[in-house]
């Protein structure tokens, strides 16, 4: 009973955290728990994260636009998206 448990447990923060992508503050949030109960739960679980989280995406803060930096011609140019 206690492994079905822990396999729950174990999915219910995985969905979470695809949920938000991979941002661990916003699940922590979503899940009502404070963030470090959250990082010890996925250590202790063996919750494999990806390399790069949620954190660097910034969904609140949108530019319309993008620079592209070209290192060989050492320009800048603008992309409307």
């Known amino acids: 009973m206690l492994l079905i448990?822990?396999?729950a447990v174990a999915w219910f923060i995985?969905?979470?955290?695809?949920?938000n992508a991979f941002n661990r503050l916003?699940?922590?949030r979503e899940l009502g728990?404070?963030?470090?109960t959250l990082f010890r739960r996925i250590k202790k679980l063996g919750i494999i994260l990806p390399d790069k989280d949620g954190?660097?995406?910034r969904t609140h803060f949108h530019f319309p636009f993008e620079f592209v930096i070209s290192a060989k011609l050492g320009c800048v140019?603008?992309?409307t998206s």
């Open 55 to 57: 954190r660097s995406l």
């Open 5 to 7: 448990y822990v396999l």
């Open 14 to 19: 995985r969905a979470s955290l695809e949920r």
């Open 33 to 36: 728990i404070h963030k470090t």
């Open 77 to 79: 140019s603008l992309l």
């Open 26 to 28: 916003a699940v922590a």
